[in-house]
C-alpha cells in the first residue's frame, strides 16, 4: 500500500494516518502531511484530497510537504479506478500481513507443541527420578534403620563386654586367690602325708615271691647292715602297689618303724654299708635270694607328691648337669658339685631356676 502523497510503500513499521471522512479510503505518511497527533487526533483529521474537494474558501493552510519543496496548495483528483486499486493493495497488504501472521503462528505452534511434548518427557524423566528417589529414600531409610540397630547392638554389645570383663578381671583374681590358697593346702596335705611318713622305710627291687617273709627280709636287712633292731620296733610292713603300673620293677617294701629317729638310724647304718662295700652294695644276695644279683634301694617313705617331685629333680638334676640328689627328712635337695651349697627343691617352679 502506498502513500497517497509521495506514492511511495507504507511499511508496517512506518507512522501513518488516514482520513477520518469515512468515503475516504487513502493512506498518508505522517511526515508527508505533517500531521501531528497532538493538535489534531486521528478521528478528526481529514486528508488534504477531502480538504480540497469542499466548497472553496480561504484554504491556503493546507499544507502538503511535497519532498524538497516547500509548502504548496495540493490538488488532489482521485479516480474511481485509483480508489479501487489502493484498496486492493490495502487488503493485500492486510493478506500479506495475515499469511505472515499465520506462518509465525504456525511455526510458533510448532515450537510450543515440540516444546510440550519436551515438556512432557522431562516431567516423565522426573516422575521417574522422584519416583527412583522415593526407592532410594526408603532404602536409606532402611539402611539407617538396620545401621542405628546395628549401632544399639554393638553399644549393647559393648556393655556387656565391659561387664563380662569386669567379671573375668574379677573371677581371675579370685581364681588366683584360690590357687594361691589350693597350692597352701596342698603343700600342707603334702607335708601332712609326708609327717605320717616320718617313720617309714621303702625297700625298693626286693624281687616278689609267694612265700616270702617281709619280716625275715626286714631282719636280714637290719642284721646285715649292723643295724640293732628289735621286734617291737617294727610296727608294721607291706608292699604296696606300683604309682607306674606299667613298670617292670617289683612292688616296693614299706616298713613302719616305732619313730622317726630309729628310721633316720636305720638309713645312716645302710648309707654306713654302702660306703664300706661301694664294689659290692647292698643287693639280693645279701637278703639270700639266688639268682642274679640286684640292688637293693633303702629310701624315706615320700608322699606320691614328693615322689613325682623327686623323680623330675631327678631328670632336671641330670640335664643341667648337677652331681648329687639327695632326700632328707621328706624334703628334696640338689648340689652341683661339691663346693656348692645345697638347694631344696620344694616345687615344679623351683626347677625352672637352677
Known sequence: MNC?????????????????????LLLYHSECVNYDEISTHRSKWICPT????????????????????????????????SVDLSLDSIMSEIRSFRTEMNKKLEHQQTTLSNFNVALKKLQEEVTGVIINFTGIQEELNEAIKSLKFLSDCHDDQNTLNKELTARISKLESENSELRSKSSEIEFKISQLEQQSRDSNLEIQCVPEHRSENLLTLVNQLAKVVNFELGSSDILNFHRVAKMNAESKRPRSIIVKL???????????????????HAADKFNTSHLGIAGNKQQVYVTE?????????????????QEKKYRYVWVRGGRIFVRKNDESPPIQIKSVDALQLL
Open 4 to 24: 497517497s502523497a509521495c506514492n511511495s510503500s507504507i511499511s508496517v513499521t512506518q507512522k501513518r494516518v488516514k482520513c477520518s471522512n469515512s468515503d475516504c
Open 50 to 81: 477531502c480538504v480540497a474537494s469542499r466548497p472553496k474558501e480561504d484554504n491556503s493552510n493546507t499544507p502538503i510537504s511535497n519532498k524538497g519543496k516547500g509548502i504548496q496548495r495540493a490538488e488532489v483528483v482521485l479516480s474511481p479506478t
Open 258 to 276: 616305732s619313730s622317726p629317729l630309729k628310721r633316720d638310724n636305720f638309713l645312716a647304718a645302710v648309707r654306713t654299708f654302702n660306703k664300706k
Open 301 to 317: 617313705h615320700l608322699s606320691p607328691n614328693n615322689k613325682r617331685l623327686h623323680a623330675t629333680t631327678r631328670i632336671a638334676a
